[in-house]
């Protein structure tokens, strides 16, 4: 019992850093249909800018943390204004390309810049503690609430306010939200900035749990995360959050149970799976379309 609480404790560290990147896919997808498959990398540049931050501007964690959302944030906003924005007419196979072409492009400037790994040095003090045999870590704890502090105040801004009945508005309707007065540039790069900014902060706690970075590490993750927002459900914000501690659950138990390697192997069998029982997700609605 004091293995499977321990193992727990771990998957809702993962989950939650899941979580946070897959909302960033959720965003865009309830909005423009569209998968942002440069996301993942996105998240890796949230990272470096952890590691910029710290380690050539002392800066503490709380100025990090601002400094890499906001950063990610105007970057994920120039990528939607001059690199998806002219393709919304277009065929949707464009955008996808166009996502992978920027994906690559922000790895390999990367690695021009860093092509070496770099580690990350320590924002936090880490402290342990012992609780009924489960060995806690200040870390831990930090990285959990905070991603759920995060996700609390997205759906907050999603169902609260103003700006989020744009975005629902504009995830209803694209053609009558613009004759109601909604802005539906400004919204968008309302959303991408909310969405990368996310995925920012998720590279900061994940810069903390695993500081060794380099220029690859938003690949594989950013695919884990894709796989979540699908689990839960693409569009649904909590759906999101949901996927992302589910994936988290299964990694931890899979490699606290079996050899590490079978990870990724059945990530991707879990979302092979629900493709085929229920392809709209744990908390998502199947679309009929009009013929």
Request: some cysteine; hydrophobic content about 55%; overall charge positive.
């Amino acid at each position: 019992m004091t293995y499977l609480l321990q193992q727990f404790l771990n998957a809702l560290q993962v989950g939650s850093i899941y979580a946070l990147i897959a909302l960033g896919y959720t965003l865009v997808y309830g909005i423009l249909t569209m998968i942002n498959f440069a996301h993942g990398d996105l998240f890796m540049i949230g990272a470096f800018c952890c590691f910029l931050s710290v380690a050539f501007l002392g800066l503490p964690f709380l100025p990090t943390l601002l400094l890499s959302m906001c950063g990610v944030a105007l970057l994920g906003v120039l990528i939607e204004r001059f690199a998806y924005r002219p393709l919304r007419q277009a065929p949707r196979v464009s955008a996808i390309i166009t996502a992978l072409g920027v994906g690559l492009f922000l790895e390999n400037f990367t690695l021009a810049l860093s092509p070496y790994p770099q580690q990350i040095p320590p924002l936090l003090d880490n402290r342990m503690w012992t609780l009924f045999g489960v060995s806690l870590s200040s870390l831990q704890i930090f990285i959990i609430v905070l991603s759920l502090l995060l996700m609390f105040l997205l759906d907050l801004l999603v169902r609260r306010t103003m700006v989020g009945m744009a975005m629902r508005a504009i995830s209803w309707d694209k053609t009558v939200a613009p004759l109601m007065g909604v802005p539906v540039n400004a919204v968008i790069s309302l959303t991408f900035a909310v969405g990368t900014g996310l995925g920012g902060a998720a590279g900061v706690l994940y810069g903390l749990a695993y500081p060794v970075i380099d220029p690859y590490m938003g690949v594989m993750v950013g695919w884990k995360a894709f796989i979540s927002a699908v689990v839960g459900g693409i569009g649904n914000i909590r759906g999101a959050m949901i996927g992302g501690y589910i994936l988290g659950a299964v990694e931890i138990m899979v490699v606290a149970f079996f050899p590490s390697t079978y990870r990724d192997f059945v990530a991707f069998v879990l979302l092979l799976v629900l493709l085929i029982f229920r392809p709209q997700g744990i908390l998502g609605k199947p679309q009929q379309q009009k013929v």
